[in-house]
């Protein structure tokens, strides 16, 4: 745990209009770390992740990458420097080919040969998007349109990439193929990453490190280890429960971390 | 009258209405604004070339006087949209659409408190010139009309094909979300659009004012431009410039078969019929809009 802090989270507030979507969240990534957070369905996952990639601004807060503030540039200056989003249902261009598709994520980059290596080695973790190139990126299927957002997502050379439930909608096949490639991607090619995931079992897997976030606020943090061995984390996250399936005991169930 | 002269003459009117109706398109899919005065942009791109060349005004070189004309008009597009749209994002579309509509009328004021409402023929090096095509004596400002806007759309075509900042274009427009996501810089690339918008009307009025004389009001022919559009799909590039060539062709031919009175409806009959039946135009891209 000694590797440098590579993104630095410090009280961070985002805003939709009057609604606080995000009530002070610090938290931090090392290089090198897959670190996950897990929450519930509106509890501001989506849009921490927006914040931090600048296509929303914070209200309030600081966001370091590599010890240089992030927060309140443009989205594209902040992909300049090396912080790319793949966001939650794939946004693809649909009527570009998967060619350009892939190929716009360098949309910030010049340098020609670096950009033609790396179409190669993303080629070479996705080879259906190699197969499919000339293809009309909106005639895809979900897990290859999902792999696409992940492959333009690489081309522009991130040091930290931001994942937005990659394996929403995927089949368990899909979900642990797309997941096999991102631990890859991590180990082989060094890409740290900000995991968000509904699916706390593979994302726990994968993770070094998570965090629990509920309605904007983080309210566990620990190694993905112990989080999975965590009661708590267990009955709300992965559905593992000794008072059974039954919705209702659940919700009466205290969580110890309120 | 002979048939290919009507044809000719109809191409080469459809042609500026084509170029209008592209730039409504070009502006409509990267912004989701319709500007519509486009067509008096059309109008002032043609008097800003008017006041550069013409003897009685300027007096510069035809040839310096159409790159500087079409330079100024990419210069208001792009500061239109970086002053006053950009300032808009948020608002209910119709409020921009009301916005262009107001531009419009300052634009046709402005130009005939400046050049007066007297129409004016923009003084070309081949004025009068005459093309001979097979047993046919075609103007030649009329086959020039047709060339250039036949090389302006392939241009385009190419541009947004091959060119980096063409397919971020293109992106934007497809799915700004995402466009932001891979780090395109948005708002610069509309407000570059608008600029492409602004020249492409300057183009357009520069062909227009060589075939024939304009006056400050001649920018409400971009009514007929926006039929085109929409009989074009209101999204396709090639859609409005054929939809500009077929309201072209239409109405010399209409003028010719019907009583007075009818045949200026023609244009706007097509437009319905179109949207009755199909309502996304005659060469829709079918994709949903996104963000
Ligand atoms: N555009 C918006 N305008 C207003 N409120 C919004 C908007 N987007 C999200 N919210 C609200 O902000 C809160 C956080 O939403 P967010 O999308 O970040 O949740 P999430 O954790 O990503 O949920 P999910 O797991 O369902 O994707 C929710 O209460 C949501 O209703
Ligand atoms: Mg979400």
Redesign the pocket.
């Known amino acids: 745990m000694s590797n440098s802090v590579v993104l630095k989270i410090d009280n961070l507030e985002s805003y939709?209009?009057p609604?606080m979507?995000?009530r002070g969240v610090s938290l931090e990534v090392r290089q090198g770390q897959i670190v996950t957070i897990l929450?519930?369905?509106?509890?501001?996952?989506?849009?921490?992740?927006?914040t931090i990639s600048g296509v929303m601004t914070p209200a309030k807060g600081t966001i370091e990458l590599n010890n240089e503030p992030i927060a309140y540039l443009e989205a594209d200056r902040i992909v300049k420097k090396g912080l790319v989003h793949v966001p939650?249902g794939r946004e693809i261009f649909p009527l570009l080919s998967v060619y350009e598709n892939v190929i716009i994520g360098a949309y910030t980059r010049n340098d020609k040969k670096q950009i033609a290596a790396d179409l190669e080695m993303v080629y070479n973790y996705f080879p259906i998007l190699k197969e499919r190139g000339k293809q009309k990126a909106g005639t895809l299927s979900g897990g290859q349109q999902q792999m696409l957002a992940i492959a333009r997502g690489l081309m522009s050379a991130p040091k930290v990439m931001l994942l937005?439930?990659p394996s929403?909608g995927l089949s368990p096949l899909l979900v642990e193929e797309i997941f096999t490639i991102l631990k890859r991607l991590n180990k082989e090619q060094g890409v740290t990453m900000l995991l968000?995931e509904?699916n706390a079992r593979v994302a726990l897997e994968v993770a070094d490190y998570g965090y629990v976030?509920e309605?904007?606020r983080i309210v566990m943090a620990d190694d993905a280890k112990k989080l999975a061995a965590s009661k708590d984390i267990q009955a709300f996250y992965l559905g593992v429960s000794e008072a059974g399936e039954r919705g209702q005991k659940r919700y009466k169930q205290r969580k110890t971390w309120r | 009258m002979d048939f290919w002269q009507l044809a000719i003459s109809g191409l080469a009117n459809g042609s500026v209405y084509g170029l209008i109706a592209l730039g409504f398109v070009l502006i409509y899919k990267a912004t989701e604004a319709v500007n519509f005065a486009q067509g008096d942009f059309m109008m002032m791109g043609a008097f800003i070339t008017i006041w550069l060349t013409n003897e009685q005004y300027l007096g510069f070189s035809f040839w310096l006087a159409i790159p500087l004309a079409i330079l100024i008009m990419a210069l208001l597009g792009y500061l239109l949209d970086v002053v006053v749209i950009r300032r808009m994002f948020g608002q209910p579309q119709i409020a921009v659409i009301i916005l262009t509509i107001a531009l419009g009328f300052i634009i046709r004021f402005a130009a005939g408190a400046i050049w007066s409402h007297e129409p004016q023929l923009l003084e070309t090096p081949f004025a009068g010139r005459e093309v001979h095509f097979g047993g046919l004596v075609l103007g030649f400002e009329e086959v020039a009309v047709i060339i250039v806007t036949l090389l302006l759309t392939m241009f385009l075509f190419l541009f947004f094909k091959k060119a980096k900042l063409g397919k971020a274009m293109q992106a934007a427009s497809q799915n700004q979300l995402a466009a932001y996501y891979v780090g395109i810089p948005v708002k610069r690339i509309q407000s570059l659009v608008w600029a492409l918008g602004g020249s492409v009307a300057a183009v357009a009025g520069i062909l227009f004012a060589s075939k024939g004389a304009v006056d400050p009001s001649t920018g409400l022919l971009g009514i007929k431009a926006f039929a085109a559009a929409v009989i074009g799909g209101f999204g396709s590039l090639p859609g409005a410039l054929i939809g500009g060539l077929i309201i072209g062709l239409i109405e010399p031919f209409a003028a010719y078969g019907l009583p007075a009175g009818y045949s200026q409806v023609a244009p706007y009959a097509l437009m319905l019929l179109v949207l009755i039946f199909r309502p996304a135009g005659l060469f829709s891209q079918m994709h949903k809009k996104k963000v």
């Open positions: 939709y209009g609604i979507a995000i929450g519930a369905n509106g509890a501001g996952k989506t849009t921490l992740l927006k939650e937005d439930e929403l968000v509904q976030m309605i904007g």
